[in-house]
């Protein structure tokens, strides 16, 4: 059982007693997923001559580094070894607390990053026709970008491309640049669909610099792998969550389009991944993840601990039962 467990660079407004005093807080709940893998341990420990095999707790740190993932880290470290599953969850602020949502599949998407530079010929914006104008091919290439999606992937699979940053090297109203920068992130659930942007992508900067005469390079880089539930493992899972919590506050969510390198896991043992519904306006808790006032409902710590003890309890007796 895999519990994330660092923070963001975000200075803390939530006025509680307890909140960070640096530039760092936890706005994104992998403090609670720690404390809740810690009830968990607490549960398990407590019962621990009933189990019927053993369980991995494992704290993870790197959830939000994106290409330098803790996740992948830990498992070159061996993490993974004498493993036969994963379980994870996390913290949801828009579902409302003590609620579970899941999917079967893909959950959540894929996260790849794109940085490109366009260079050209700067001069005065009074001459055009003695520069190389690198907007130009910039400006083709956003509006280019923005049709892959709509015009050449099928409508039934679903992926993002946008626009994260773009700028000049110059910022006179009388001069035209040398070079634009431009970024930006690509999310999809299906590896064919990525690696047809990213093919869509390479071609549409070739091809559009080319006709701008100006000169592009481009890093497409892929961050962290779509988080895929294996059916029987979150089936499982799930069964247990309506034991525990009751049936009606279990339910199928949408695909989430953010990221988690939980999903490295998934491609080495199967797993199932999660959401605990955190958000309670009543109490004033309706900030989004990555919000300087982001807060949870604490009353679901015990929830989240129950169920993983509980999702454990139940997978060692299944795999005990079918071994004999």
Request: glycine share 8%; with cysteine.
């Amino acid at each position: 059982m895999r519990a994330d467990i660092d923070c963001l660079p975000l200075k803390e407004e939530t006025g509680l007693p307890f909140a960070s005093i640096n530039d760092y807080m936890h706005a994104c709940g992998h403090d609670a997923h720690t404390a809740m893998l810690l009830g968990a341990a607490y549960i398990l420990a407590d019962m621990k001559n009933e189990l019927k095999g053993r369980v991995r707790l494992i704290f993870q740190p790197a959830e939000e580094h994106g290409i330098k993932s803790g996740a992948l880290a830990m498992i070159k470290e061996g993490a993974l070894e004498n493993v036969n599953a994963a379980v994870g969850l996390h913290i949801w602020a828009p579902i409302p607390a003590g609620k579970v949502a899941y999917r079967k599949g893909a959950i959540m998407a894929s996260a790849d990053g794109w940085y490109l530079r366009i260079k050209g010929k700067g001069g005065h914006g009074s001459s055009p026709e003695l520069s190389v104008d690198p907007t130009i091919a910039a400006s083709k290439i956003v509006t280019a970008l923005h049709t892959i999606v709509s015009r050449e992937i099928d409508p039934q699979e679903t992926a993002v491309v946008s626009l994260g940053g773009l700028q000049t090297n110059s910022n006179s109203f009388n001069i035209i640049p040398d070079s634009v920068t431009m970024n930006g992130t690509v999310r999809t659930f299906n590896p064919e669909v990525q690696d047809h942007i990213e093919e869509a992508i390479h071609r549409i900067v070739e091809g559009e610099c080319l006709a701008s005469r100006c000169e592009g390079k481009l890093d497409y880089k892929r961050f962290l792998p779509a988080t895929i539930n294996d059916p029987d493992m979150i089936s499982m899972a799930m069964d247990v969550a309506a034991e525990l919590i009751g049936k009606e506050n279990v339910e199928e969510c949408r695909l989430v389009m953010g990221s988690e390198d939980f999903s490295y896991f998934g491609q080495h043992v199967p797993s199932a991944f999660f959401f605990l519904g955190a958000g309670n306006p009543e109490k004033g808790i309706n900030f989004p993840h990555h919000h300087p006032k982001f807060q949870i409902d604490e009353d679901v710590l015990k929830t989240g601990s129950a169920l993983l003890a509980g999702i454990a309890c139940h997978y060692l007796s299944h795999q005990s039962n079918h071994t004999k």
